[in-house]
């Protein structure tokens, strides 16, 4: 688990802290629901990017190599 993944686990966890303390638990829950929601989205958006990155780039070395070998005969 990355830093910053941990940090906003543990920023929910003192979001918990404080909401049960105040017996807000149906606000808490929707706070916690929509910024786990919002890490995974984050994390997937990530994910693609970096999908369609090293995707762009095979698909450039492929296109290369077989422009090389159409040359080299």
């Known amino acids: ?3 910053s ?3 906003q686990l543990n920023s929910l966890y003192k979001m918990f802290k404080k909401y049960k303390k105040n017996g807000t638990t149906l606000l808490l ?3 916690i629901f ?3 929601f919002l890490i995974c989205v984050f994390y ?3 994910f ?3 999908f369609f990155l090293f995707f762009i780039l095979f698909l ?5 190599s077989t422009h090389v070998e159409i040359v080299a005969q």
């Open 34 to 36: 929509l910024s786990l």
């Open 29 to 31: 829950l929707n706070n």
């Open 5 to 7: 993944t941990s940090m």
């Open 44 to 46: 997937f958006l990530l």
């Open 60 to 64: 450039l070395f492929f296109s290369l």
């Open 1 to 3: 688990m990355s830093l």
């Open 48 to 50: 693609l990017l970096i």
